[in-house]
C-alpha cells in the first residue's frame, strides 16, 4: 500500500474498523445469550438464571457502549476521508445507513436502557420481551450495515445518471434481497455467536479454576456451549455460501484468495498450503487438495473458475469498453441539459456504461482515460489485482480456526450434557487460552472481505483511488495518529472495566422477583442461587 493520500485513508479506514470489529461481534452474540438465559428464568423462576442475565449483561453493556462510540467515527469518514465515494453512491448507500439509524439503533439504545434499569419496574415478562428486543435491535444493525457493504461487493439496483454523476437507486428491493449482503449478513452474525460462545466458556472456565460461582459458570458454559456449536457449524455452512457468490460477483476476489494464477480444468483443486509470489504470479511449495475449490466453488465437477491471469486479460478488455462509455458521458454532460440526448450517443452508453468503472481506474495514471496508451490500460489491468498472499494465509487462518471452534464447542457440549465440565482442568484451562481466537478469526475474515475488492470502493463502478477526499497528506496522517491514540484508549478502558466486573463477578441478587401474571409468589430460600436447575 503506498502511503499517499489514498493509501493513508484506505489505512486509517482498516484501522478504525478493524478496531470497531472488536466489539461489533461480541455484542451481536452477548445480546443474545442474555436473553436466552432470561427467558430461562422466566420459565424455570430459579434466581440463578436472573443472577446469570445480569451479571453477562453487565458485560454485554460495557462492550455496547465503546461499541457505539467507535461505530460513529465509521460512518462520519465517508465525508471526511472519502467526500467524492459520498457523492458518487450516497444516494443508494445512505439508505440503508439511515435505516440502521432509524430502525435499529433507536431501538437498541432504547432498549438497552430499560434491560438495566427496569428490573424492579417491569414484570418478568415485560423485561423478557425488552431483552429480547434489545437483542433484536443489536442484530438489526449489523443487517443494515451489511446491507450497504454488500452492496458495495455487489451493486445491484441502481444506475448512474449521467447529469448529476450520482448513482440513483432503481430497484430498493433489489439492494435489500443483494444475496451478497444476505450471506455476509447470516456469515458474519454467526461469528459474532461464536465469540461471544467463547467469551463467556473462558470466563466461566476460569471461574472454575478458581473455585468461585461454579453454578453460575456450569449453567453459563452449558448454554455457550450448545449455542457455539450450532453457531461453529452455522458459520462453515453459510461461508460456503459467501464462496460461491464470490464465484458469481468477485472472481478476482476468490482466485486471489486461492491463489490461482492460471485457469485450471475443472474441478478445480484447493491449495492447503504454499507461498504466493505476486512478482513471479506463482505459488511456491504449494499442496494441493484434489477437485474441492472447484466443488466449493461452483458446486459442481464441470464448472470452471477462471486465474487471475484469464481475468487481467478480461480486465483490459473491458477498460476499453469503459472509455468507449467514458467518451460517451463526456458528451452527454456537454450538453449541460439542454436539449434532448441523440439517440445514437444515449444507445453508445448504454451499451458500455456497465464497464464505466473500469475506465475510471485510468485516472490513477491519466486525467483523461480516452488519452491512455496501450501500457498505462495494461497497468490499469494488473491493478485489478488485490494483494494476493495476505488474502491467501488470512483465508486459510480463518478457516484453520473454523474447525477448530467445531471440535472445540463439540467437545464442551459433550462435557455439559454428562455434567463433567469441571472434570479436566487442562480443557478448563484450553478454554481460558482460547479466548481470542474467535476475534482473530473475525478480523481475518474482516481482511478477506475487504481487501479482497480492492481496488474497487465500489465493485466495478467506483475505484478506490477516485474515491477519496482531496485533503493533504498531513491532514490524514494526523487524524490517523489521533484515531489510533483514541482506539488504543478506549480499549483501554473496556478491558480495565470488563476485568474489573469479570473478577468482582456476579452481584448477589436478593431483591424480590416482580410476579408473573397470576403467579403465586413463594418466597425462595436465599441460598436458591446455589441448588441445581
Known amino acids: 500500500m503506498d502511503l499517499d493520500v489514498v493509501g493513508l485513508s484506505r489505512l486509517q479506514f482498516a484501522l478504525t474498523a478493524l478496531y470497531h470489529f472488536l466489539f461489533v461481534p461480541l455484542t451481536l452474540g452477548l445480546s443474545m445469550l442474555v436473553a436466552i438465559m432470561e427467558t430461562v428464568y422466566v420459565m424455570t423462576n430459579r434466581p440463578i438464571w436472573r443472577q446469570m442475565t445480569k451479571f453477562w449483561g453487565v458485560l454485554f453493556g460495557i462492550n455496547f457502549a465503546i461499541g457505539v462510540s467507535t461505530g460513529l467515527v465509521m460512518e462520519f469518514q465517508f465525508g471526511m476521508n472519502w467526500s467524492y465515494y459520498s457523492h458518487y453512491v450516497g444516494d443508494v448507500f445512505g439508505a440503508p445507513l439511515a435505516l440502521e439509524g432509524l430502525m435499529a439503533f433507536f431501538l437498541e439504545a432504547t432498549f438497552v436502557g430499560l434491560f438495566f434499569f427496569g428490573w424492579d419496574r417491569l414484570s418478568k415478562r415485560a423485561h423478557l420481551v425488552v431483552t429480547w428486543l434489545t437483542a433484536i435491535g443489536t442484530n438489526f444493525s449489523a443487517l443494515w450495515i451489511l446491507i450497504a457493504n454488500g452492496w458495495m461487493q455487489n451493486p445491484v439496483g441502481a444506475a448512474l445518471n449521467p447529469q448529476t454523476m450520482r448513482m440513483e437507486v432503481t430497484d430498493f428491493y433489489a439492494v435489500l434481497t443483494n444475496p451478497v449482503a444476505q450471506a455476509k449478513f447470516v456469515h458474519t452474525v454467526s461469528a459474532g455467536y461464536v465469540i461471544a460462545a467463547f467469551f463467556v466458556l473462558g470466563i466461566s472456565a476460569w471461574f472454575l479454576l478458581k473455585e468461585r460461582h461454579a453454578e453460575l459458570a456450569k449453567r453459563s458454559m452449558t448454554v455457550a456451549a450448545s449455542f457455539g456449536l450450532a453457531a461453529s457449524l452455522s458459520v462453515v455452512v453459510l461461508g460456503d455460501e459467501s464462496g460461491y457468490l464470490s464465484t458469481e460477483h468477485q472472481k478476482m476476489k476468490l482466485a486471489a484468495i486461492e491463489a490461482m494464477w492460471h485457469t485450471e480444468p475443472a474441478p478445480a483443486a484447493f491449495t492447503a498450503f504454499g507461498f504466493p509470489d505476486q512478482a513471479a504470479r506463482e505459488t511456491h511449495y504449494s499442496i494441493h487438495i484434489p477437485w474441492v475449490m472447484g466443488l466449493i466453488g461452483t458446486r459442481s465437477l464441470d464448472g470452471q473458475i477462471p486465474g487471475i491471469h484469464d481475468l487481467v486479460q478480461l480486465a483490459e478488455a473491458r477498460i476499453r469498453q469503459g472509455i468507449v462509455a467514458y467518451d460517451a458521458l463526456e458528451q452527454i454532460r456537454a450538453l449541460g441539459g439542454k436539449g434532448p440526448v441523440p439517440a445514437e450517443l444515449q444507445a453508445?452508453?448504454?451499451?458500455?456504461?456497465?464497464?464505466?468503472?473500469?475506465?475510471?481506474?485510468?485516472?490513477?495514471?491519466?486525467?483523461?482515460?480516452?488519452?491512455?496508451?496501450?501500457?498505462?490500460?495494461?497497468?490499469?489491468?494488473?491493478?485489478?489485482?488485490?494483494?494476493?498472499?495476505?488474502?491467501?494465509?488470512?483465508?486459510?487462518?480463518?478457516?484453520?480456526?473454523?474447525?477448530?471452534?467445531?471440535?472445540?464447542?463439540?467437545?464442551?457440549?459433550?462435557?455439559?450434557?454428562?455434567?463433567?465440565?469441571?472434570?479436566?482442568?487442562?480443557?478448563?484451562?484450553?478454554a481460558v487460552w482460547s479466548l481470542p481466537l474467535p476475534w482473530i478469526a473475525a478480523e481475518a475474515g474482516w481482511i478477506v472481505a475487504e481487501l479482497g475488492r480492492q481496488p474497487w470502493a465500489i465493485e466495478g463502478v467506483l475505484p478506490t483511488a477516485v474515491a477519496v477526499s482531496n485533503l493533504g497528506i498531513g491532514t490524514v496522517l494526523g487524524t490517523l495518529l489521533g484515531f489510533v491514540v483514541l482506539y488504543t484508549i478506549l480499549i483501554i478502558v473496556e478491558m480495565k472495566l470488563m476485568l474489573k466486573a469479570i473478577r468482582k463477578g456476579p452481584e448477589s441478587d436478593d431483591a424480590p422477583d416482580m410476579p408473573l401474571a397470576g403467579e403465586v409468589r413463594v418466597a425462595a430460600p436465599r441460598n436458591a442461587s446455589l441448588q441445581p436447575s
Request: aromatic share 16%; no cysteine; charged share 15%.
Open 348 to 430: 453508445t452508453f448504454e451499451a458500455h456504461g456497465q464497464q464505466l468503472g473500469y475506465a475510471l481506474l485510468l485516472k490513477r495514471y491519466i486525467d483523461d482515460p480516452r488519452q491512455a496508451t496501450d501500457a498505462q490500460i495494461a497497468l490499469a489491468a494488473g491493478d485489478t489485482v488485490p494483494q494476493v498472499a495476505p488474502l491467501f494465509w488470512s483465508f486459510r487462518v480463518m478457516v484453520g480456526l473454523g474447525i477448530y471452534f467445531i471440535a472445540f464447542t463439540a467437545v464442551f457440549f459433550v462435557l455439559s450434557a454428562r455434567r463433567q465440565l469441571d472434570t479436566y482442568p487442562w480443557l478448563l484451562k484450553l
